[in-house]
């Protein structure tokens, strides 16, 4: 009983599924902000690895927590199913991105095609996907977003020290909460993470 109540109440506390998908598409964008053209090859490795660790576990929490919830309770579902495959689509980005020198000529343009395709599939999620799992999962909100920062954490945790070698080499100290907040989007491990770099750069 105690303990149904507590779930209920941590249920109730935490950021909504769909406030938290939004909040992991604001971060991948202001992140794509800091990118810049002239940057040395270190930094902008830096910040495409960021962005590209931010959009795996993005879409891997997608797939395995809300994609299944929106399917379990629309029967047709055109967005999700054309999520897949765009995920897939961004993994290749991702992988031909990780596997060339950023000093390629065609760095820049493969950054860029990835971050179009990433803009053009938040657009559809927020106007179509997220609208409709308010209405569709309204009573369920919470408990998602309970899933997705559990699940977050678990992903995250393996790849700390890359995030926080990233984050140093690609952030000036006064944005690396936006780094911090492109993985980690509303855990309290964010602001952690974050505090910890900038004591660092600080000491
Ligand atoms: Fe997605
Ligand atoms: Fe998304």
Redesign the pocket.
């Known amino acids: 009983m105690i303990n149904s109540i507590r779930s209920t109440v941590k249920n109730r506390l935490s950021p909504s599924v769909t406030d938290m998908?939004r909040m992991?598409?604001t971060h991948v964008v202001e992140a794509f902000h800091h990118y810049e053209i002239d940057s040395g090859p270190q930094t902008k490795k830096a910040l495409v690895d960021t962005v590209c660790l931010a959009l795996e576990i993005?879409?891997q929490l997608?797939e395995e927590i809300?994609y299944p919830a929106m399917r379990a309770l629309a029967a047709d579902t055109p967005v999700v199913n054309k999520?897949i495959p765009e995920h897939n689509e961004m993994r290749r980005l991702i992988a031909e991105l990780r596997s060339m020198d950023p000093l390629n000529a065609h760095y820049d343009q493969t950054f860029m095609q990835l971050m179009r395709d990433v803009m053009h599939?938040?657009a559809e999620?927020?106007t179509t996907?997220l609208p409709d799992a308010e209405r569709l999962l309204a009573d369920r909100l919470g408990e998602l977003g309970a899933q997705m920062t559990k699940r977050r954490l678990q992903l995250a945790a393996p790849r700390a020290g890359e995030i926080a070698l990233n984050t140093v080499r690609g952030f000036p100290a006064s944005s690396m909460l936006v780094a911090a907040g492109a993985l980690l989007a509303g855990t309290y491990f964010a602001k952690r993470a974050f505090e910890g770099q900038a004591r660092h750069r600080h000491t």
């Open positions: 998908i992991d598409h993005h879409s997608e809300f999520s599939h938040v999620e927020e996907l």
